[in-house]
């Protein structure tokens, strides 16, 4: 989807060991599956070459905003590509108090032809929801504004998260976007959430305490807070 051109990039430790698994026990050598087909949805057609340094361009400010909260790291290839490359957001935090930006665990995708970029945003203690999804729209915002100063291509984004950052990022992804209709945020052209969320009000009594997570981020306790819990969801 985020590759029209199908021309494959070399491929990444995982996939060469997903395409040629190691040789399995005694026990399931006579009835070993066929190898998995990988579809990288993802792929690149500008391979980064062996040994090219990773260039980081950190603590990027987004929106106009000028505190330390509301920025984004940026991971590009150190050598020259042709065309622009594919994106890849990682959104930060396990419980919507955002995280170290650099504590970004798919930086690795730099080397195979990707610019990966690492947003944070207010955490909820401090604004509440949806404060924590208009940050993520202005960081992505002010990415795409500046696409071709970092050689970016903007019909080619994914968002990725795990925990709230993934709760962020589908929501990015799948939600209206103030003024500009419904349906899916037209940046975003794939979504990947890791273990998040995606229904607050079902999250059970442990999370409708004002003091739980889910809680500080609707600003109280979810069953007093149900219309703003659906609307997080």
């Known amino acids: ?6 021309r494959p990039a070399p491929a990444c430790s995982l996939c060469a060991l997903v395409a040629s698994p190691a040789s399995a026990g005694p026990l399931f050598r006579s009835a070993r599956p066929p190898p998995l087909s990988v579809a990288a949805t993802l792929q690149s057609p500008f391979a980064a070459g062996d040994g090219d340094a ?12 000028d505190d330390a909260r509301r920025r984004f790291d940026l991971h590009l290839p150190g050598a020259c590509v042709a065309g622009s ?16 930006r650099a504590d970004c665990p798919v930086t690795w995708l730099v080397e195979h032809g990707y610019a990966v970029a ?7 203690t401090a604004a509440v929801f949806p404060a924590p999804l208009e940050d993520c729209r202005e960081a992505l915002a002010t ?6 100063t970092w050689g970016v ?3 080619r984004i ?5 925990g709230a950052g993934g709760h962020l990022a589908t929501l ?25 969320p995606t229904h607050l009000a079902s999250l059970g009594a442990a999370q409708e305490r004002a003091a739980a997570a889910a809680g500080r981020l609707v600003g109280g306790p979810i069953v007093e807070l149900r219309e703003v819990a659906r609307e997080a969801s």
Do not use: M, N
Not at 143 to 148: C, K, N
Not at 181 to 193: D, F, L, R, S
């Open 1 to 6: 989807l985020l590759s029209p051109v199908p």
């Open 54 to 65: 990773v260039l980081a361009h950190r603590g990027q400010p987004y929106g106009g905003h």
């Open 85 to 100: 490359l594919p994106l890849v957001v990682w959104i930060s935090g396990d419980d919507w108090q955002g995280g170290p």
């Open 118 to 124: 690492s947003i944070d945003y207010r955490p909820c």
């Open 143 to 148: 990415l795409v504004r500046d696409a071709e």
């Open 153 to 155: 291509d903007p019909a």
């Open 158 to 162: 994914c968002v990725i998260g795990r």
């Open 172 to 196: 990015l992804a799948l939600c209206e976007t103030p003024g500009k209709g419904t349906g899916a945020t037209p940046e975003v052209t794939a979504a990947c959430a890791v273990a998040a």
